[in-house]
C-alpha cells in the first residue's frame, strides 16, 4: 500500500525522524523551500505548511533572514513540587542538579470580573470581581513559567492581603496570606494537562506559537472545601519536567 498521510505530514515527520536520529543535528540548518520542493515534488504551500508543523512541536525555529533551524529540545530540568512548598511557585533544577535555582519574578496586579470558567473554579458567580495577578517567573535568567492568579475580593477586599505582591505580607504563600486574615488554607488541587501556546506565551516563553506547553490550574481551599484562589500556570512542554516528591 502507498504512504497514505498527506504530503505536509510526509515531509514533517521525515525531518522530525532526521532530527531525532541526529542526522540534523542541533543548530543545523533545515532543507530550504527549494530544496525540499524538488526533493518531494511538493508545491510552496506544501512546504511551508510542513515547516509550520515543525516548528509547532518545537523541533525548529526561524531566524529573519537566514532560514530554519534545529532547536535544542533536551530539558533543562525539572520543577519540583513537595508538600511544604505547595502553594508556591515551582521550585527550579536545572540539569539533573540537587540545589534549587533561585526564582526572580515579576508580577501585576488589577481588579477584575471572574470570567465563567474561572467563578466556576472559585465557586462563585460569574463577573463577580476577583483579584487577577500575571506573573512572569526566571530561573537562571531563563524563561520559566507563566502564572495567573485569581482571588475573591469578598475574601480580600479590605484587609492587608487584598495584593498579592504589595503591603506587609507581599510575595507570602497563600496560606500565610490568608492566615493573616484568618482564613486557613488546608490544601490545594492541582490538574496536569497541555494545549498549544498562544502568541503571547510563545514571546513569553521564547517558543513557537503552537508549540506544547504544560498547563497546571490549581485550586487552593479551605477544610469545607471552599475555594480561595485558583491559579493557570504554564511551562514550556518540551524543556522542563514536572517532580513531584510525596512524603508519606
Given at each position: 500500500m502507498g504512504d497514505s498521510r498527506p504530503v505536509y505530514q510526509r515531509i514533517a515527520d521525515d525531518l522530525r525522524q532526521q532530527?531525532?536520529?541526529?542526522?540534523?543535528?542541533?543548530?543545523?540548518?533545515?532543507?530550504?523551500?527549494s530544496?525540499?520542493?524538488r526533493t518531494y515534488a511538493a508545491s510552496d504551500q506544501t512546504v511551508d505548511r510542513a515547516v509550520r508543523v515543525l516548528k509547532a512541536a518545537g523541533y525548529a525555529e526561524g531566524q529573519f533572514g537566514r532560514g530554519v533551524f534545529v532547536t535544542d529540545r533536551s530539558p533543562?530540568?525539572?520543577?519540583l513540587r513537595t508538600g511544604e512548598a505547595a502553594d508556591s511557585p515551582f521550585a527550579a533544577r536545572i540539569n539533573g542538579g540537587e540545589s534549587?535555582?533561585?526564582?526572580?519574578?515579576?508580577a501585576t496586579s488589577t481588579t477584575t470580573a471572574a470570567p465563567?470558567?474561572?467563578?466556576?473554579?472559585?465557586?462563585?458567580?460569574?463577573?463577580?470581581?476577583?483579584?487577577?495577578t500575571h506573573y512572569e517567573y526566571l530561573a537562571d535568567r531563563r524563561p520559566l513559567q507563566l502564572a495567573t492568579s485569581w482571588e475573591p475580593?469578598?475574601?480580600?477586599?479590605?484587609?492587608?492581603?487584598?495584593?498579592?505582591?504589595?503591603?506587609?505580607?507581599a510575595r507570602r504563600g497563600v496560606r500565610e496570606r490568608f492566615a493573616a486574615i484568618g482564613v486557613r488554607v488546608t490544601g490545594a488541587t492541582e490538574l496536569v494537562g497541555s494545549r498549544p501556546a498562544t502568541s503571547a506565551e510563545a514571546e513569553a516563553l521564547g517558543c513557537s506559537p503552537g508549540q506544547c506547553v504544560t498547563v497546571i490550574e490549581r485550586t487552593h481551599h479551605t477544610a469545607d472545601g471552599r475555594a480561595v484562589e485558583t491559579s493557570d500556570i504554564v511551562v514550556r512542554a518540551d524543556r522542563w519536567r514536572l517532580e513531584y516528591r510525596i512524603a508519606f
Amino acid at each position: 500500500m502507498g504512504d497514505s498521510r498527506p504530503v505536509y505530514q510526509r515531509i514533517a515527520d521525515d525531518l522530525r525522524q532526521q532530527i531525532d536520529e541526529g542526522v540534523l543535528a542541533v543548530g543545523a540548518r533545515i532543507p530550504s523551500r527549494s530544496e525540499l520542493k524538488r526533493t518531494y515534488a511538493a508545491s510552496d504551500q506544501t512546504v511551508d505548511r510542513a515547516v509550520r508543523v515543525l516548528k509547532a512541536a518545537g523541533y525548529a525555529e526561524g531566524q529573519f533572514g537566514r532560514g530554519v533551524f534545529v532547536t535544542d529540545r533536551s530539558p533543562i530540568g525539572s520543577l519540583l513540587r513537595t508538600g511544604e512548598a505547595a502553594d508556591s511557585p515551582f521550585a527550579a533544577r536545572i540539569n539533573g542538579g540537587e540545589s534549587v535555582t533561585a526564582l526572580l519574578w515579576e508580577a501585576t496586579s488589577t481588579t477584575t470580573a471572574a470570567p465563567p470558567r474561572i467563578a466556576e473554579r472559585l465557586g462563585v458567580s460569574a463577573g463577580e470581581r476577583v483579584m487577577c495577578t500575571h506573573y512572569e517567573y526566571l530561573a537562571d535568567r531563563r524563561p520559566l513559567q507563566l502564572a495567573t492568579s485569581w482571588e475573591p475580593l469578598a475574601l480580600t477586599e479590605g484587609t492587608e492581603v487584598v495584593s498579592p505582591e504589595r503591603g506587609p505580607y507581599a510575595r507570602r504563600g497563600v496560606r500565610e496570606r490568608f492566615a493573616a486574615i484568618g482564613v486557613r488554607v488546608t490544601g490545594a488541587t492541582e490538574l496536569v494537562g497541555s494545549r498549544p501556546a498562544t502568541s503571547a506565551e510563545a514571546e513569553a516563553l521564547g517558543c513557537s506559537p503552537g508549540q506544547c506547553v504544560t498547563v497546571i490550574e490549581r485550586t487552593h481551599h479551605t477544610a469545607d472545601g471552599r475555594a480561595v484562589e485558583t491559579s493557570d500556570i504554564v511551562v514550556r512542554a518540551d524543556r522542563w519536567r514536572l517532580e513531584y516528591r510525596i512524603a508519606f
